[in-house]
Nanobody, 123 residues
Framework: QVQLVESGGGLVQAGASLRLSCEAS????????VGWFRQAPGKEREFVAA????????YYSDTAKGRFTISRANVRNTVSLQMNILKPEDSAVYYC????????????????WGRGTPVTVSS
């Protein structure tokens, strides 16, 4: 099993940046692809970005493309999400999740989840 813990969320103004981190422990982290998802109040959980086992492939939602960057450091068992030019509509709880299969955008397909870190962007 893999345990995931997110950090780095907070309250920022529109246009600012945040860097979220997902730290993994447990089973071999390199065996898993990692995705970031977010869920705003009253909305479904949505895909943000994902990265393959060794970081060679990355995937983004249309809203994240060009503003967010996902990366991973397997030596430190971490995956990061750099978020730039934040907008109020980016406000949500952000979750990282792990799965063996690559390029999955459906949250139901992921096996392991963290508890999330909240991001609030004020206008």
């Amino acid at each position: 099993q893999v345990q995931l813990v997110e950090s780095g969320g907070g309250l920022v103004q529109a246009g600012a940046s945040l860097r979220l981190s997902c730290e993994a422990s447990g089973a071999s982290f390199r065996s898993y692809c990692v995705g970031w998802f977010r869920q705003a109040p009253g909305k479904e959980r949505e895909f943000v970005a994902a990265i393959s086992r060794f970081g060679f492939n990355t995937y983004y939602s249309d809203t994240a493309k060009g503003r967010f960057t996902i990366s991973r450091a397997n030596v430190r068992n971490t995956v990061s999400l750099q978020m730039n030019i934040l907008k109020p509509e980016d406000s949500a709880v952000y979750y990282c999740a792990a799965v063996a299969q690559e390029n999955l955008r459906d949250p139901l397909r992921y096996d392991y989840w963290g508890r999330g870190t909240p991001v609030t962007v004020s206008s």
